[in-house]
């Protein structure tokens, strides 16, 4: 099949690799050039600096002769004439912090998107094909969508939902073998295109192939996330803080024992200093909003999202309050700045207002080391006279005064060593429990441990 994606972000350019994969013809057009240069580069490196995804670059590189990139729109109006379905994936970011979903964004793909699909085919529009929304909006946006359309008098189109569920870092694997493809839909023709889109999932046993109409496709997306934001909120303002209060209740003993009933999962039972990303909070804003602007209350969605704020704010704080620590003039390491591990993203990731509390507090110097987001980072904050970006784990520890674990990169785990094999003894400050194997070794040694999950521990 012939496929268009208009965005090429996380969503837009992996599933467009993933169609790629199933055999379509996919074309993807973005209006940020340098993305779509590097993107369409098909060097493995200048690929990963744009979009740090396992097995992206092997995709894209594979199926070059499938996928073909591009910012020129006249390329866009080509491709329509043979169309058979587009795939809006856009941001849909939330406004200022009313919680209401910023549609501009969308809004402004698809009049352009409108104004070629009259042309099409000559201006007959002979070609039936569907527009697919991937984006997270809010539950009514198709009505908004088959608004602009018709203002524009396209004919021969059907409307879709079809929510995105990839976990970043997971993206490519998670698509390949996804656990369910929702496809909201108001009539057969549009279920049979999308049957055809999704063939071989729709054929395979392990997926729920799950056809609905297209609101419900928008409601699920968002209850689903805020379901799984609540999921963390109760891990890190419940669990975890019953774990920081009673010294002798461990957190890794409390995962065990509620993880082994099946009733409760395994899910979101790590506990962190914050929730992240670029859904989970907006889209649960979104959601209060929605239900607000109908006359709902919203307090549990609301207290969900306070929940998350407040971890991070209780983390940074305890630094102070239990060990006396004095921020100022001090030299600060903090590893990780993506919001979490296997991904470059840093949207909404906890450093980024971790940098900005050490700057109000006053800090000598912040020692910024992340295997793979620097670049993004370093956008938002440039190194300066009290930023300083390193190559290594090593060289932000060393000196340092206090040691801040944010993000779950796997190869942190080794930090408790490095911080040992050195003379001075900094607060570490474990935002993600990552070194909870050596707290005591951690204590023994001399330093203070202040952990998500925990109660100071100290000599
Ligand atoms: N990232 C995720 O993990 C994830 C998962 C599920 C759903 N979603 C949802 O999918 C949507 C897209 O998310 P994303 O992470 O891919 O966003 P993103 O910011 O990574 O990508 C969006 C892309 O759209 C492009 N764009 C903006 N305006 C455009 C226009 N007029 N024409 C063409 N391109 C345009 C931007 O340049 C950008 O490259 C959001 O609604 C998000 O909530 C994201």
Known sequence: MHLLYIGAGFVGSCSAAVSADSGHQALVFDIDQVKIQKLSSKNREQIESCLYEDGL?????????????TT???????????????????PT??????????????????????????????????????IINKSTVPIDTVDLTETILKKHAVQNVGVVSNPEFLV???????????????????????????????????????????????????????LANYYLFNKLAVCYDVIGRTC???????????????????????????????AGGSCFIKDARS??????????????????????????????????KEAKFDWK?????????????????????????????????????IRIYDPSAREMFEALFPANETIQYVGHEMEAIVTAD???????????????????????????????????HRYDDLVAAGCAVIAVGSPLLKH
């Open 244 to 274: 920081e209060t009673f010294p002798e209740v461990r957190f890794e003993h409390i995962r065990r024992i509620l993880t082994s009933d099946n009733r409760i999962g395994s899910w979101g039972f790590y506990n962190s200093l914050y």
């Open 72 to 90: 020129d729109y006249r390329k866009v109006e080509e491709c329509l004439d043979t169309c058979d379905a587009v795939f809006l994936c856009l």
């Open 329 to 365: 003039g001090k030299t600060i390491a903090l590893l990780g700045t993506a919001f979490k591990r296997d991904t470059n993203d840093i949207r909404n990731s906890p450093s980024i207002d971790i940098v900005r509390f050490l700057q109000e507090k006053q800090v000598e110097a």
């Open 168 to 222: 970043e870092g997971k993206a490519i694997q998670g698509s390949l073998k996804p656990d369910r493809i929702v496809v909201g839909a108001w009539n057969e023709d549009d279920f049979l295109v999308m049957r055809r889109i999704y063939q071989r999932f729709y054929d395979s046993p392990n997926v729920e192939y799950i056809e609905v109409n297209p609101k419900e496709a928008a409601a699920g997306k968002l």
């Open 57 to 69: 670059a092997d995709l894209l590189i594979r199926h070059q002769d499938r996928i073909d990139f």
């Open 287 to 320: 959601l209060s909003h929605q239900l607000q602007t109908k006359g709902q209350e919203a307090v549990l969605v609301n207290e969900t999202y306070l929940a998350n704020k407040r971890q991070l704010e209780l983390f940074l704080s305890r630094a102070e």
């Open 402 to 436: 206090c040691v801040v674990v944010a993000t779950d990169w796997p190869q942190f785990r080794g930090v408790a060593d490095m911080i040992l094999g050195e003379k001075s003894r900094p607060l570490v400050m474990d935002g993600r429990r990552m070194l909870q």
């Open 93 to 130: 970011p939330e406004i200022g912090e009313t919680g209401e979903s910023n549609l501009t964004y969308y809004t402004t793909a698809l009049e352009q998107l409108s104004e070629a699909l009259t042309k099409r085919n000559s201006g007959t529009q002979s070609k039936r094909l569907v």
